[in-house]
C-alpha cells in the first residue's frame, strides 16, 4: 500500500522541463493535494482520497488494489492517472511498533499508478509485493517509469505488462508518520541496530540499503 510518499522537485530537471511549480515535499499524506498527470496527458493538481458515500463523505479511500479495479463499483469508472513522486514510505511492524522504510531510485523521478476523478480527488493503485519488499509489506503501488506512462493510462490489464522498476529503500524516523514535519530529513537512513527482526527476516534486513530488481519481481 501506500500511506505517505515524497517529491522533490528543486533538484529534478524532467519537473522544470514540464513547467510545473512545486514546493519539495517530504511527508505527503493523504488527502493533501498530489501533482498527477490525466489519462489526456495534462497535469494537474488533486486530493488524494476517493470519497465514500458522495460528495459529503468523511472517509476516505486512497488506495485501490490493481486486481480488483474493474470489480469494486468505487474505481470502476475512474478515468486512469500517474503520481509523481521520488519515493513512498511503508511501515514494518517490529513486534509492537512500526517501523517505517523509505522506498526510492536515488532521487529519481517515477510514477504510480493511479484512478482519478476530475473535482474529486484520487488513489494510488497497489499490487502484491515484490518478493523482496514482503519483507517490509505484503503491497506496494503499482511503479511506472516514463516509459511506462503510456501502458499505464492507456489501459494495462495487468501489471505483468509494465515493466519492473529497481528499487531502493532504507529505515527512517518514525516522525514521518506526523505531518508536522516535510523536510529532508525524513528520508535520512537511520541506524536500527539491536531492533529485532520478524518472523522470516534476518538481522542484516536493518543493516543497509536494501534493491529489488525485474528478477526479483518475477519470482
Not at 521520488?86 to 512500526?98: I, L, N, P, S
Not at 493511479?114 to 509489506?137: D, K, M
Amino acid at each position: 500500500m501506500c500511506g505517505r510518499y515524497t517529491l522533490s522537485v528543486s533538484n529534478k530537471p524532467a519537473i522544470a522541463e514540464l513547467g510545473l511549480q512545486s514546493a519539495d515535499r517530504f511527508n505527503i499524506a493523504p488527502q493533501s493535494q498530489v501533482l498527477i498527470q490525466t489519462d489526456s496527458g495534462a497535469h494537474a493538481s488533486v486530493h488524494w482520497g476517493i470519497p465514500m458515500g458522495g460528495s459529503k463523505a468523511s472517509r476516505f479511500v486512497t488506495n485501490a488494489r490493481f486486481e480488483t479495479l474493474d470489480a469494486k463499483p468505487l474505481f470502476r469508472d475512474l478515468a486512469r492517472c500517474a503520481l509523481l513522486t521520488d519515493g513512498w514510505y511503508e511501515w514494518q511492524r517490529v513486534g509492537a511498533k512500526k517501523q517505517p522504510w523509505y522506498h526510492h531510485r536515488g532521487g529519481r523521478l517515477f510514477y504510480m499508478a493511479g484512478v482519478y476523478e476530475s473535482g474529486v480527488g484520487c488513489a494510488v493503485v497497489t499490487q502484491r509485493a515484490s518478493e523482496a519488499l514482503t519483507e517490509i509489506h505484503h503491497r506496494q503501488p503499482v511503479l511506472l517509469d516514463a516509459h511506462d506512462l503510456n501502458s499505464w493510462l492507456n489501459g494495462a490489464e495487468s501489471s505483468d505488462e509494465l515493466p519492473a522498476l529497481e528499487i531502493s529503500y532504507h529505515p527512517v524516523s518514525t516522525r514521518v508518520g506526523s505531518t508536522r514535519y516535510d523536510d529532508s530529513s525524513l528520508i535520512a537512513p537511520v541506524d536500527l541496530d539491536g531492533v529485532t527482526a520478524t518472523v522470516g527476516q534476518t538481522a542484516d534486513l536493518f543493516s543497509g540499503d536494501k534493491r529489488f530488481s525485474a528478477e526479483d519481481r518475477k519470482r
